[in-house]
């Protein structure tokens, strides 16, 4: 009998595999449960979040905290100032495999998720369970980025849910370039870098472009720890997170096996770069950054804002080696005063521990410090910083004859023994063994300003030795005597009353009680000396002092200190006396290069600036100059009315009021239309101008400023300023496209030492700009205007020559202001011994 077939019986008889069957489909339910309960629960922690969720579409209005950057009119970065240093990048300038030692570092599977790595993060908790605490972290690159937008550093469930949800918003709308673009220049990396840009510059002082492998590695290897595992505040922490980063890199086929190992060796550099600023002019900056505060306030910082400055690269390099080669060639005509410090130098040392030693000595003004190392009879040894042992000849040395406790120098060492020791702690300047020479940080400062004279910009700006020193900007803070410097504006006046550059006037000896102080007042000359009847073009070339003042009591000093006053001084900073003539009203070295800008463009006061443009951070203009401008061509202007000015003006010229309506009068040379609104006032008479520029010419070609002639050029003029006791010494100069201003002197207000009057002090500065800043420059001089002549005149009398007297000398006039015949009598010819009724003695 056969047995009848059951459906169960095969399962019954295997009740193993039922078994296994049922756990299976029991684990499936349970897995379909758990997914099922897990989307229901992230749609549930989606709707309660999505409310407070940002809108990731806002990701592109980000605005990356970029500082202040101010630039030179030619585009050359000057300074970057704020908190966080940030250079912003694209995606495409980023070198590959900078994008690749980060991805390597920090998400390896950045191009393949959708900003979770899911994969990632279940290896990370399997790791963290392992060690028994937190060890990897599972977020990606988007994740990082999300955070770092969008939400506080808090750490709990609800800002990594937030965090998930956003990155997966962000990828869903935004390339993989353009979230690492973000991340790459958002992320910190320590000492104050912000991004990849900044960060190539902190550590390494190169562009993204200039990396290798292993500063690549560095940087990547910064976000794990940013504030410990940089390489200037851990290098050997530093040191093993790039390893790791290189491993990963090898790992992932990102570089070769050869790429690795060069890098791994490569030394960790441990040192912080500053911006790479083109243009060395601190003092301009700190100009910038004190307006933009002012005008913006604090949000200059971090707007990334850009300042196009009136600052011309080279003019200002030029400007700022020609002050430091002065006051370096002053000081050592005043002696040696001893080394900054000593150190023991017990046993011969190395380099960096030399270097090390001598980093406690800051580099002041691109003078480096050097220890001497060993003096032999006529040369010394020294160790100069970052360039090494260098050895002095006596030629090098001989210059530093003793600084004696009266301001003189004491007799000429013998021996380099005399002068240094070991140990001594020097300056040096150079940038080679060849070149290099021993000087000391000057005590002295000085001040160089170089203004446009077409529209007043400043085309350089240097307000001291070294800014870092000092940062006291004498060019537009200091306020002191210009002296002789200020006598072209008194003889300005003089010419608007009627004289002439063949005016005679008495120098002799003089005696005042009219001054404001009431204390008689006994002026004299440099030298002490004492000339007689002296042509008035002949005293402002000798400078001479009493001239000055006789002519400025015969004008009337009520009347000249009105008149100086277009020229933009402060009337109430004038003094009330006769003093004025010698030039005792405090100005700032800009202010009197300002003056001189009438001089140099035929009789236009402009003002001053420094600021051509700012743009936000978008790129657009928010304040464009628009300067008003002197137009040589346009004609004579209206001058200042005699009630506002002291008298002198002059009556406009026919197409004046034509011109100020806007009206094309058809200027000579073909110049172009300029609105009234645009052009700067004229203040004094071209004819004026044109005689104090010829008269200053004189100054350089044979009187106080004789020292200029080294230039070879024939359209330059200037006025040199003493003041008493060889106080302050200036120079201020110009041609037809560029005026410029020197001062020299002492912060605490002493004495320079006899002899450093201007001619000798401040001439030669201003001669070492010029020669750079007019270098290949075609010859402008201040152009002739209409009504000037040239006559011939006795060079004794100032009266017009006859025919025949073989003395006669060529002197300009303006158009009729002619001086009479030598025959000439009159009770209106001049006599130059008339002294008034004021004693001669």
């Known amino acids: ?90 995606y495409d300038q980023i070198p590959k495999k900078l994008v690749d030692a980060f991805v390597a570092a920090e998400d390896d599977r950045f191009f393949e998720h959708h900003g979770v790595d899911w994969q990632g993060i279940l290896r990370a908790a399997l790791a963290n369970l392992r060690a028994g605490g937190v060890r990897q972290g599972g977020s990606t690159i988007t994740m990082q980025v999300a955070r770092d937008v969008y939400l506080s550093p808090r750490r709990d469930m609800k800002r990594k849910l937030s965090e998930i949800y956003i990155s997966l918003l962000m990828e869903a709308q935004y390339s993989k370039e353009d979230i690492f673009s973000i991340y790459a220049n958002r992320t910190f990396l320590g000492e104050r870098a912000y991004g990849v840009g900044a960060a190539a510059e902190v550590y390494f002082g190169k562009s993204l472009d200039e990396l290798n492998i292993a500063e690549m590695a560095t940087l990547a290897g ?29 790992e992932l086929g990102y570089i070769t096996q050869a790429e690795h190992d060069a890098a791994d060796a490569s030394p960790v550099e441990s040192q912080v770069h500053g911006p790479s600023l083109e ?7 700190e100009m910038v950054r004190s307006a933009l505060q002012a005008k913006y306030g604090l949000g200059i910082y971090t707007g990334g ?46 380099s960096r521990a030399l270097n090390t030693m001598l980093g406690r000595f800051p580099e002041v003004g691109g003078l480096r410090p050097a220890v001497v190392e060993s003096v032999a009879a006529k040369s010394a040894r020294v160790f100069v910083k970052d360039l090494g042992s260098v050895t002095l000849p006596w030629e090098k040395l001989a210059w530093a004859r003793p600084e004696l406790a009266d301001g003189n120098v004491g007799r000429a060492p013998a021996a380099a023994s005399e002068i240094l020791h070991r140990g001594d702690v020097i300056y040096t300047v150079g940038t080679t063994a060849a070149n290099l020479e021993f000087v000391q940080v000057p005590e002295a400062q000085s ?48 010419f608007d009353k009627g004289f002439t550059p063949a005016s005679v006037v008495l120098d002799a000896p003089i005696v005042l009680d009219d001054t404001s102080d009431n204390q008689a007042w006994r002026p004299k000359n440099d030298a002490n000396k004492f000339y007689g009847p002296t042509r008035l073009r002949e005293a402002l070339v000798r400078s001479r002092n009493l001239v000055t003042i006789r002519l400025m009591r015969e004008i009337g000093g009520e009347y000249a200190r009105n008149y100086v006053t277009r020229f933009g001084f402060d009337k109430s900073q004038l003094p009330d006396d006769l003093t004025l003539a010698l030039g005792t009203a405090e100005v700032s070295p800009l202010q009197l290069a300002e003056g001189y800008t009438a001089f140099a463009n035929g009789g236009f006061r402009v003002t001053p600036y420094f600021i051509d443009r700012i743009e936000d951070a978008a790129g657009a203009t928010v304040f464009k100059a628009d300067p008003a401008v002197a137009c040589v061509t346009c004609g004579e202007q209206p001058l200042p009315p005699a009630t506002q000015a002291g008298g002198g003006a002059a009556n406009p010229s026919p197409t004046a009021n034509l011109r100020s309506a806007g009206v094309d009068t058809g200027a000579a040379d073909g110049a172009a239309l300029i609105p009234a609104k645009d052009l700067a006032p004229q203040v004094i008479r071209p004819q004026v101008a044109y005689l104090l520029a010829d008269m200053m010419a004189d100054v350089i070609r044979h009187g106080t400023g004789v020292r200029a002639r080294a230039l070879g050029r024939d359209d330059v003029a200037g006025k040199t300023g003493t003041t008493n006791d060889h106080h302050d010494a200036w120079f201020a100069g110009f041609n037809g496209d560029l005026v410029a201003t020197v001062w020299v002197g002492f912060d ?23 020669h750079a800043a007019l270098a290949g420059a075609p010859l402008r001089g201040v152009p002739l205007p209409d009504g000037i002549v040239t006559a011939r005149i006795n060079p004794q009398t100032g009266l017009l020559a006859s025919a025949d007297d073989p003395n006669a000398i060529m002197e300009k006039f303006i158009e009729g202001n002619l001086p009479k015949p030598e025959a000439y009598e009159g009770p209106n010819a001049p006599n130059p011994m008339n002294d008034g009724d004021k004693p001669l003695f």
């Not at 489909?25 to 449960?33: D, K, P, T, W």
């Not at 430091?324 to 060639?329: F, Q, V």
């Not at 207000?749 to 201003?766: K, M, Q």
């Open 1 to 90: 009998m056969h047995a009848q077939f059951r459906p169960g019986n095969k399962l019954e008889r295997f009740p193993v595999i039922k078994r296994y069957l049922v756990l299976i489909s029991s684990i499936c339910a349970a897995l379909i449960g758990l997914a099922a309960l897990f989307v229901f629960a992230n749609v549930c922690a989606y709707v309660y979040l999505k409310p407070a969720l940002p809108n990731v579409d806002t990701l592109r209005d980000v605005q990356l905290q970029v500082p202040l950057r101010v630039y030179t009119r030619d585009g050359r970065l000057i300074a970057s100032i704020g908190e966080q240093r940030r250079i912003p990048v694209r």
């Open 222 to 250: 910064i976000p794990k720890a940013p504030s410990y595992v940089n390489p200037v505040a851990n290098p050997e922490a530093a040191r093993i997170r790039r390893a790791y980063v290189l491993r990963r890199m090898l």
């Open 279 to 285: 243009v060395e002019a601190p003092y301009v900056a």
């Open 305 to 350: 804002y850009k300042v196009v400055t009136t600052i011309d690269s080279h003019l200002q390099s030029a400007a700022r080696v020609a002050v430091r080669t002065g006051l370096l060639e002053y000081d050592r005509r005043h002696g040696y005063r001893g080394p900054t410090a000593k150190l023991h130098l017990t046993h011969a040392l190395g």
């Open 447 to 494: 001040a160089l300003v170089a203004v446009d004279p077409h529209d007043g910009a400043i085309a350089a700006l240097v307000g001291g030795f070294d800014y870092y020193q000092s940062n006291f900007n004498r060019a537009t803070q200091a306020r002191r005597q210009p002296g002789s410097a200020f006598k072209p504006f008194i003889y300005s006046a003089a």
């Open 748 to 770: 605490q207000d002493r004495s320079l030492g006899d002899g450093e009057e201007g001619g000798r002090t401040a001439v030669p500065i201003w001669t070492y700009f010029m």
